[in-house]
């Protein structure tokens, strides 16, 4: 044995080491890698029914965010593939298909548009909190075509779900939910996507770890390309036949999401340097949620007044 260990090159186990520790020595490697496993244990502990599992659930892109904005773009998209590899490991395809859907594609995307030229730029990821679920909600009706539509598939699993708890599902209170659903859905997810973000980036920049400066949330705003996107949507809904005009709908409300984002970004605006900003901030947000229908469309109105009348367009964007 100490013979075949005296013939082997000496330069050779010097090389292999030296590798090992260029790689265990990169930052970016070690926080995607870190992050990927802590966003799989987020998600399989909720779908594993385990207690506080919700919450836990919808904190999942937290650490791609984390890895991305602290060590760039390549350590958020290793975090993401990892964590869907667990995922599917452990939870099967449909549960990976679901957790890349909601925050193993989004999550690096964002990154990726936000990260550029050492700056945080906001303008296109906030774009993205609408386009990204337009393009699943195009896919998912593509692909469910020929099983009676997107549709009757949501009215399927919103009457289940309905009888599961317990509830009367009559035919006009299933309609007027499936109207809205993927709307609804892909509103949660983008203000999770927002919100875990806006979130990494206080983490790190509280330990000197972010990898640009710390933007300015309040003063972002969309591409000016983008307010053609929901009145397109708009004019196909206006034009859809009744009773055939769930997709469109569906694609309005999610490609209004951004906007009504900008609208909450010019409250903000308008209410820094005001003194007792901060209860006033937590009561609209109470009113928010309470009366969301009644507000909501009144910020997407502020969103549209930002974008073309309010202010030029900030540096960061």
Known sequence: MGAVTALRPQGQGNQSQ???????????????????FVSAVLALWAMRGLPLGTGLFWLASFPIFAAGLGFGPAAA????????????GFGGGFAALTFLVLFGVPAPLLVATALRQGRISLSL??????LWPLAVLLGSAAFLADDGGLEATMREAMEASLIR??????????????????????FWAAVSLLANAVAAVGFLAKRGLLAAPRPDWAAVR????????PATALGLFLASPSGGDVLALSALLVLLVPLFLQGLAGVHTRLRGRKGRRPMLAGFYLLLVLFL?????????????????????????
């Open 18 to 36: 030296g590798k090992w520790q260029g790689l265990l020595g990169d930052p970016g490697l070690l926080a995607g890698l870190a992050g990927g």
């Open 77 to 88: 998209v290793l975090a993401g593939l990892l964590a869907s590899l667990l995922v599917a």
């Open 293 to 317: 229908q009644v507000i909501g469309p009144g910020l997407v109105a502020l969103g549209l007044y930002d974008q073309f009348l309010r202010r030029p367009a900030p540096r960061q964007s």
């Open 125 to 130: 990821p906030l774009a993205l909190l609408g």
């Open 222 to 229: 969309l591409p000016g390309w983008y307010p053609v996107l």
């Open 165 to 186: 708890l317990g509830v009367p599902a009559p035919e006009e209170f299933v309609a007027a939910l499936v109207r809205v659903k993927a709307g609804a859905i892909g």
